[in-house]
């Protein structure tokens, strides 16, 4: 059973900066993807940004230009940098991997963004 286990989030003022961390239980070269979605009370998930084992980044528009993906391999780790934070990124954010037709989630990070 693949774990994935989220740290870094936290309470920070608006304009700050965090870096969400996911690490795997296996290698992240066994994944098809990998990402990030978040969820605010009372509204729908939302995909934040996801990297293929490719390579190939996607991010959504609300944190284009704010967010950058990477990952360890060696550390089995991916990794979700997060610049000038706003208020509405505030949302539990849970890391997911995809491997062939199964999909994996951590419990998810809090983040909380002040204005």
């Known amino acids: 059973q693949v774990q994935l286990v989220e740290s870094g989030g936290g309470l920070v003022q608006a304009g700050e900066t965090l870096r969400l961390s996911c690490a795997a239980s296996?290698?992240?070269?066994?994944?098809?993807?990998m990402g990030w979605y978040r969820q605010a009370p009372g509204k729908q998930r939302e995909l934040v940004a996801r990297i293929t084992s490719g390579g190939s980044t996607f991010y959504a528009d609300f944190v284009k230009g704010r967010v950058t993906f990477s990952r360890d391999n060696a550390k089995n780790t991916v990794y979700l940098q997060m610049n000038s934070l706003k208020p509405e990124d505030t949302a539990v954010y849970h890391c997911?991997?995809?491997?062939?037709?199964?999909?994996?989630w951590g419990q998810g990070t809090q983040v909380t963004v002040s204005s």
């Open positions: 997911f991997a995809v491997q062939l037709n199964l999909e994996y």
């Open positions: 296996t290698s992240i070269y066994s994944f098809n993807a």
